[in-house]
């Protein structure tokens, strides 16, 4: 006999408490995105404070569903996603499990440079936990206060170290989880070496909940940097930005920690939303800007030599027109921020278009070039504002209403246009149309569109595997076959 | 109607020519692994040429199994693996395909940071091939000079770099490959950043040819350190080898790209087997002893001072007794090699047992000692031979016959008491009974016994997912159900 949703309400209400399984009742902060692109109706927003009581959820839900509802469910961390991966849809039928609950930090193994922790674990807390043990959790991204850990590891997180220290995936040595029969798989582990068949770690990472539920992992750590420092660069050319990375990493090595790319219109918004903020460099005087960061493992004496090393060479190599280097962590820190309220000024300036791609980064001037001349035989008049992770290859290749247009206007009649014109000219270059923002329920027909179908298949074959109901997530990342 | 097995070697001839697609004769080259430790017999070993033979074989292959014919396929690459994972059965029903004619460097992409090679490429020519562009492809073993780059991709190959570079999987940006249904995957890539779905590249990589044949990878490539150098050190317990191993992580950061450990008994064993090699200090003045090995990004001269810094600060916190710095190449290569005879001396000493395993680093002193008193209440007299990759928790905790007992006998007989003795003492830490060698069909039974059943589990829904006939090599990893 069929299970109805009050039924299931009910019963995730006797196993969690009704004080952690809501149903009706004001759940917007579960139920729509940060960005508020779209709010969803979900079925009960549940909060287990273990794995145990994730099994049981899922067990409960997976057993309303063999009955006949059409339940699924749909994981969240922090909520701060940019592809509406963790939000449910308008169905009613979806029950959003929230990690949030779930802070313990299981172990510290300061020897083993390994820490174990539950999914719900803030990243900044992470981060600060690491610190005060002397040692460096690299993982960094703008919604770090926010994000947690079980989401940052479900969407393979990026952000602005990884030049140095890789994606998320880069830095998780094990996970445990919770699968869709309900079982828990221990896969927890401070080993840096483990041959015993298929990698589900990094299946998992990056599957954006539709594979499973992450509940705890242990992450690699780091020894801090003695040092670490910035300089903020003008460049004539991209070209010249692309040669300064090469240049970068031959010299720095490892230390070269940060390589971050901004061309002066991104620049020039910030000017215009945040006056008050004091650009290193004006602004008019470079067609882009490098942020570059250098940690050493030495002092920070060396940190500035070794860097100013760096200027000199690229200034001979005619690579630069101006630089500043931080003359403080309070400089540094200044130019950080200006990097990252572009976003902020985008949003200030308008509703836009965010396109999170990737190429080699040795295409990318090439790529950058081609992109807006594509972009403007359709949209002539449209601003392209570019800027990113360019020692990843990675550029935030974003689109903004033609001055003076309706900028919601411009965002609902022009959407496809600009992602056929821009995926278009990325996948020639064999590039990615998700480089760090992963594909959620947004991005699903780009999948559809862009991803090799031999891959598509493959993928589709392994969510049918594991997933043989589609209990996890069914609206996201995998498109309708 | 069943396709016959002499029907499908003249399919596969009439595909790749009589001469890349041998049936009879001596194959022994190809039937039998390099250590001699068995020796199957193949229906055909077959040579193709390019992904599109590959696909072709697989397609044949698939053809006849789906006729009737029970054949399966045993990819193989430079056959040097050390657990039967590339070597056919005694059944005569195995299609060994052979990855060593596709040898083409597809791109080198210098500012990228990356090249494009298919999987019959040698390591040492990749190796090589870097180094002539003034850059490091880091990956290095024992048997570079033979194995090639599809099974180090295959077995997830280990070696000595990996506590700076990881492992071959952190060492690969993307792989071409061949499936269960024939179709080729292109999922070549220069890109760091790329969350579009499932990463199949993690899933393929260590998979030990049961889920597909890789047959081109991009790669990974760093910038050449500056300078390079080594220390052999002694340490009275190996709980001040583990200590000195953090506060090197601590000093040295990145620039620590070794760190061997091999016990007095190691030593000796070489010593007896090599009289001609000098011992870097007289391996009777301590328990155990350390290679370390320092990289810079700078100079020589940095290399030697940071180095010293940390032997003069580890003879302050006494954790060692002695310590010798190699004062050119060529006494950092006479260490190495040292490290590199253990394997040769433990082979003229006679037959023995090799356990590959890993536990937290930490936790590496409690194991030594807890598994030492487990093998010495079964086997009393048999001798541990312990060395290996301290840095990366993956110790060679390998037993030889007591002194004067017939090694074969001893192997005979008690091969399986030493495994489970020394096999639990690795569970209970939390460790790996394969961390960087694989399964194979050697170690089939250990991972039906100790791996976790969930994890088993999602692995055969995998297995049957994505090679749902059981093509490819499935006699190895995954044991049966």
């Given at each position: 006999?069929?299970?109805?949703a009050?039924?299931l309400?009910?019963?995730?209400?006797?196993?969690?408490?009704?004080?952690?399984?809501?149903s009706?009742?004001?759940l917007?902060?579960?139920e729509?995105?940060?960005?508020?692109?779209a709010k969803g109706k979900a079925l009960a927003v549940?909060?287990?404070?273990?794995?145990?009581?994730?099994?049981?959820?899922?067990?409960?839900c997976?057993?309303a569903k063999?009955?006949?509802l059409n339940v699924s469910i749909v994981?969240?961390?922090?909520?701060?996603?940019?592809?509406l991966?963790?939000t449910p849809d308008a169905s009613g039928l979806q029950v959003v499990?929230?990690?949030?609950?779930?802070?313990?930090?299981?172990?510290?193994?300061?020897?083993?440079?390994?820490?174990?922790?539950?999914?719900?674990?803030?990243?900044?807390?992470?981060?600060?936990?690491?610190?005060?043990?002397?040692?460096?959790?690299?993982?960094?991204?703008?919604?770090?206060?926010?994000?947690?850990?079980?989401?940052?590891?479900?969407?393979?997180?990026?952000?602005?170290?990884?030049?140095?220290?890789?994606?998320?995936?880069?830095?998780?040595?094990?996970?445990?989880?919770?699968?869709?029969?309900?079982?828990?798989?221990?896969?927890?582990?401070?080993?840096?070496?483990?041959?015993?068949?298929?990698?589900?770690?990094?299946?998992?990472?990056?599957?954006?909940?539709?594979?499973?539920?992450?509940?705890?992992?242990?992450?690699?750590?780091?020894?801090?940097?003695?040092?670490?420092?910035?300089?903020?660069?003008?460049?004539?050319?991209?070209?010249?930005?692309?040669?300064?990375?090469?240049?970068?990493?031959?010299?720095?090595?490892?230390?070269?920690?940060?390589?971050?790319?901004?061309?002066?219109?991104?620049?020039?918004?910030?000017?215009?939303?945040?006056?008050?903020?004091?650009?290193?460099?004006?602004?008019?005087?470079?067609?882009?800007?490098?942020?570059?960061?250098?940690?050493?493992?030495?002092?920070?004496?060396?940190?500035?030599?070794?860097?100013?090393?760096?200027?000199?060479?690229?200034?001979?190599?005619?690579?630069?027109?101006?630089?500043?280097?931080?003359?403080?962590?309070?400089?540094?820190?200044?130019?950080?921020?200006?990097?990252?309220?572009?976003?902020?000024?985008?949003?200030?300036?308008?509703?836009?278009?965010?396109?999170?791609?990737?190429?080699?980064?040795?295409?990318?001037?090439?790529?950058?070039?081609?992109?807006?001349?594509?972009?403007?035989?359709?949209?002539?008049?449209?601003?392209?504002?570019?800027?990113?992770?360019?020692?990843?290859?990675?550029?935030?290749?974003?689109?903004?209403?033609?001055?003076?247009?309706?900028?919601?206007?411009?965002?609902?009649?022009?959407?496809?246009?600009?992602?056929?014109?821009?995926?278009?000219?990325?996948?020639?270059?064999?590039?990615?149309?998700?480089?760090?923002?992963?594909?959620?329920r947004?991005?699903?027909?780009?999948?559809?569109?862009?991803?090799?179908?031999?891959?598509?298949?493959?993928?589709?074959?392994?969510?049918?595997?594991?997933?043989?109901?589609n209990l996890?997530n069914p609206h996201a990342?995998?498109?309708d076959?």
């Open positions: 006999m069929t299970i109805t009050e039924q309400v009910e019963q995730l209400q006797s196993l969690l408490g009704a004080d952690h399984a809501r009706g009742g004001d917007t902060a579960w729509e995105d940060w960005r508020q692109l549940v909060s287990p404070a273990s794995t145990a009581e994730v099994a049981a959820v899922v067990q409960a997976l057993a063999e009955s006949g994981p969240q961390g922090g909520n701060t996603g940019l592809v991966g963790g499990v929230s990690l949030k609950r779930m802070q313990a930090v299981r172990a510290f193994d300061k020897q083993n440079l390994s820490m174990t922790v539950e999914a719900g674990c803030i990243l900044q807390n992470l981060q600060n936990l690491a610190a005060e043990q002397g040692l460096l959790f690299p993982l960094s991204l703008a919604a770090e206060g926010s994000c947690v850990i079980g989401g940052n590891l479900a969407t393979n997180a990026g952000g602005t170290q990884v030049v140095r220290y890789g994606n998320t995936r880069d830095l998780c040595l094990g996970i445990e989880m919770v699968n869709a029969k309900g079982e828990i798989w221990n896969g927890l582990s401070g080993l840096r070496k483990n041959n015993t068949g298929y990698d589900l770690r990094h299946l998992m990472i990056g599957s954006e909940g539709t594979l499973g539920i992450i509940t705890a992992a242990t992450l690699k750590l780091y020894p801090q940097p003695a040092a670490t420092t910035c300089a903020w660069l003008a460049v004539d050319t991209l070209d010249h930005a692309v040669e300064l990375l090469a240049l970068a990493q031959q010299q720095l090595a490892s230390g070269l920690t940060g390589f971050e790319a901004m061309e002066q219109d991104a620049l020039k918004l910030v000017e215009k939303h945040m006056p008050h903020m004091r650009m290193p460099i004006d602004a008019s005087t470079g067609a882009a800007f490098i942020l570059l960061e250098y940690s050493d493992d030495e002092s920070e004496d060396r940190a500035r030599a070794r860097l100013e090393g760096l200027l000199e060479a690229a200034f001979e190599a005619g690579l630069l027109t101006d630089g500043a280097v931080a003359q403080n962590l309070d400089q540094a820190q200044k130019m950080w921020d200006i990097r990252e309220h572009i976003t902020l000024a985008q949003a200030a300036e308008g509703l836009h278009l965010k396109h999170d791609i990737s190429v080699p980064s040795s295409s990318i001037p090439a790529f950058v070039r081609k992109a807006k001349e594509e972009l403007a035989k359709v949209l002539p008049d449209a601003r392209v504002i570019n800027f990113g992770h360019l020692g990843d290859g990675n550029l935030h290749f974003n689109v903004q209403a033609p001055e003076g247009a309706n900028p919601r206007e411009f965002v609902d009649t022009c959407q496809q246009t600009a992602e056929q014109a821009i995926y278009d000219v990325v996948a020639s270059f064999g590039g990615s149309f998700s480089a760090e923002h992963g594909v959620g947004l991005k699903r027909h780009d999948l559809a569109h862009y991803k090799d179908p031999v891959a598509l298949g493959m993928m589709r074959a392994i969510k049918g595997a594991l997933d043989p109901l996890f990342l995998l498109p076959a």
